[in-house]
């Protein structure tokens, strides 16, 4: 068994993105783009979720056709932001491991069996995650609804879910890396292959996530509040525009870390070794 130095996986998971953060840049770009359109016009607004009850909590009958177009919206916007991430993350991964490119197009304009991988890989784990939530639902369910459901309350049947399944999440993420690179990227060979690191992968990946959450929510509020403060709500299109960047732009690097940490996981833990991992100096 080979024992994964977290310190040592964390270092090298920013000197991959800082070191090559011109090939990060050249690979996001274009799933940052998608990534904005999306937000501007299929991301669910607070005030679609507050629709959906009334004044007290309380269910509100009328909101039918609301409650339709928030799930169907909610829906589309899911699958459409896996699919743009999983082109930026199958391209991301293969070039931490050395990887050949999948095309000489960038990503987010083609879409590679490698892709698909990834996407796969993805989707399974999306479903483990809501495997726990329903089990959660299932056991908070009823006082929630009995109290209303809101979005404080959705959050934090949220947040106890993905507790309750990080270490599982964590010792199934290294599907992730392998598809990315066409290799077998069944749930069990990840099991197999963090055995005795089922821990130090939790604690990694539970915390890279965390930290990415607070920044991502801090630069978010902070900024919201000074285009506010500036332009007064609700927002314009330009401030708009400004406000989404950043937190796409936020979103990308905070991933980027976290699948170059993954990546790195995967190969110290027998993955192929394509090619020495280095980070490479970059140009400007």
């Known amino acids: 068994m080979h024992a994964l130095n977290l310190a040592d996986i964390v270092a090298g998971a920013w000197q991959l993105f800082w070191g090559r953060r011109r090939v990060w840049f050249d690979l996001a770009l274009i799933p940052l783009i998608w990534s904005m359109l999306l937000d501007m016009t299929l991301l669910p607004r607070p005030a679609d979720m507050a629709a959906l009850s009334g004044p ?27 699919m743009v991430w999983a082109m930026f993350a199958s391209a991301w991964m293969r070039a931490c491991l050395g990887g050949q490119p999948a095309s000489a197009r960038p990503p987010g304009l083609y879409w590679s069996s490698y892709d698909s991988g990834v996407l796969g890989a993805a989707v399974r784990l999306t479903l483990i995650l809501f495997a726990g939530f329903a089990v959660v639902m299932l056991v908070l369910g009823p006082s929630l609804l009995g109290q209303g459901l809101n979005a404080g309350s959705a959050m934090s049947v949220a947040i106890v879910a993905l507790f309750g399944v990080a270490p599982m999440l964590a010792r199934s993420s290294l599907i992730l890396p392998a598809a990315s690179v066409g290799q ?33 929510f801090l630069v978010a509020i902070v900024l919201a509040d000074i285009l506010r403060g500036l332009f007064g709500t609700p927002l314009t299109i330009g401030p708009r525009l400004v406000l989404v960047l950043v937190v796409n732009l936020t979103s990308f690097a905070a991933s980027a870390v976290i699948l170059a940490a993954l990546a790195l996981c995967y190969r110290r833990l027998g993955g192929p070794r394509l090619r020495p991992v280095a980070a490479e100096q970059d140009d400007g």
């Open 56 to 82: 007290d909590g309380s269910a509100n009958p009328e909101a039918g056709a609301a409650a339709f177009g928030f799930l169907a919206s909610a829906l589309l916007y899911l699958v459409l932001s896996m």
């Open 184 to 216: 077998p990227a069944a749930i069990v060979d990840s099991w197999r292959q963090s055995s005795g690191n089922a821990l130090r992968l939790l604690v990694l990946l539970l915390s890279l996530v965390v930290v990415a959450y607070l920044v991502g």
